[in-house]
């Protein structure tokens, strides 16, 4: 079992930055795929970005060259670097992780609020 915590979400002006940071405890050892997503009000929730173990990466065509994805392998994090926010990047953000043996967990969600 892997227990995710987000941590980092608040509210910023457009162009602005905010980094979202992800821990992971427990059985750190069967992580493979870290990701984060996002959900908006009556919208489904959506990939932004996703990095697996091996450090190859994945990004939604919304958020390409503004969103970074990064992890500490020595620290079990992942965080996600995100500039040039706009208001549509207004959302709930998760923390998600895919184990060995395709076992899914998710965090509990960040806000993250962008104003025009």
């Known amino acids: 079992q892997v227990h995710l915590v987000e941590s980092g979400g608040g509210s910023v002006q457009a162009g602005g930055s905010l980094r979202l940071d992800c821990a992971a405890s427990?059985?750190?050892?069967?992580?493979?795929?870290m990701a984060w997503y996002r959900q908006s009000p009556g919208k489904q929730r959506e990939l932004v970005a996703h990095?697996?173990?091996?450090?190859?990466?994945k990004y939604s065509d919304s958020v390409k060259g503004r969103f970074t994805i990064s992890r500490d392998h020595a620290e079990n994090t992942a965080s996600l670097q995100m500039n040039s926010l706009k208001p549509e990047d207004t959302a709930v953000y998760y923390c998600?992780?895919?184990?060995?043996?395709?076992?899914?967990?998710w965090g509990q969600g960040t806000q993250v609020t962008v104003s025009s």
């Open positions: 998600n992780a895919l184990l060995r043996g395709g076992v899914e967990t």
């Open positions: 427990g059985n750190v050892f069967s992580l493979n795929v």
């Open positions: 990095m697996t173990r091996g450090g190859s990466t």
